[in-house]
């Protein structure tokens, strides 16, 4: 379990990082991380990370399919989540 904590939150802290330093690149014009790469990071558990990194940095705001695939990624694992550790179904 401590394990999967300990990804958990490395992966979202590399997800951030790698969102603030994309940014940062980017206003200095010079060369970026691929989209794929932020969204792979995403995939891999890291997307809480990404969501906050796109908040917090105001980055890949204004990209429409980036923002769809980002937050379709964010709700999938929120999904998986829930079915894991909540009761999906209630006894009355």
């Known amino acids: ?7 958990l939150w490395t992966i979202n802290a590399l997800t951030l990082l790698a969102f603030g330093w994309d940014k940062l690149r980017a206003r200095r014009r010079k060369r970026r991380f691929p989209e794929q790469k932020l969204l792979w990071l995403a995939m891999l558990g890291g997307s809480p990370g990404a969501v906050l990194g796109r908040w917090i940095f105001r980055h890949k705001t204004r990209k429409r399919r980036f923002s769809v695939w980002l937050f379709g990624i964010f709700g999938a694992q ?8 909540g009761e999906p179904f209630s006894t009355l």
């Open 78 to 85: 929120a999904c998986v989540i829930y079915m894991i550790v």
């Open 1 to 7: 379990m401590w394990i999967a904590v300990l990804y």
